[in-house]
């Protein structure tokens, strides 16, 4: 098992990663609300505030995974989540996800955000890897995955139907030894 009940705050040069506030639910409804996060996400498109306030309430006191806010330096505002979950005994892996809102993209917060999180996992836990899926018709997320050290792994076809049209779902992931070895490039 992995115990994750310590939810650090991760300062960055353009974010800080942190638990999640009370005061963040706006920027969170924002967040979720958004018609790119929801076409990017697979998500539905209906939101029940009270199922929302219950489980960003909750975050915090998770031991089986990390939920932390993305918070834009610059302006102090909640802009997104990033989360590790769905722990793997055997594979001693775990899934990765991040979502930005409107208010965070295109500025390179996403990127840092998952670098932030990715080395906090691979520095704090025995993981020996991290996976995650990401639609086909998302190439900015791609880039960033790629960019932090992510490989294709497989694709799962026809994985989303959005607007009529099949999307494939493409699984990545990053061992930590791929970790390491990008960690000593950035040197």
């Not at 639910?25 to 029940?48: A, N, R, Y």
């Not at 975050?59 to 990033?82: C, F, H, P, W, Y």
């Not at 990401?134 to 294709?152: C, I, L, Q, T, W």
């Amino acid at each position: 098992m992995i115990d994750l009940k310590n939810k650090p705050t991760i300062v960055g040069e353009k974010v800080i990663l942190r638990p999640f506030k009370d005061e963040d639910l706006p920027s969170l409804e924002e967040c979720l609300k958004d018609p790119e996060v929801i076409k990017l996400t697979g998500s539905s498109t209906e939101f029940d505030r009270e199922v929302v306030v219950n489980w960003y309430k909750t975050r915090n006191v998770q031991t089986d995974r990390l939920d932390l806010a993305i918070v834009d330096k610059s302006q102090n505002i909640l802009v997104g989540e990033a989360v590790v979950n769905l722990y793997d005994e055997k594979n001693q892996s775990m899934n990765f996800r991040i979502l930005i809102g409107p208010l965070g993209r295109n500025r390179g917060l996403g990127t840092e955000a998952t670098q932030l999180m990715v080395d906090h996992v691979f520095k704090n836990t025995k993981l020996n890897q991290l996976t995650l899926s990401v639609f086909d018709f998302n190439p900015r997320a791609k880039k960033v995955y790629e960019k932090v050290g992510f490989v294709k792994e497989s694709v799962d076809k026809n994985e989303l139907e959005f607007e009529g049209e099949l999307i494939d779902s493409i699984n990545m992931k990053l061992s930590r030894d791929h970790w390491m070895k990008k960690a000593l490039d950035r040197r």
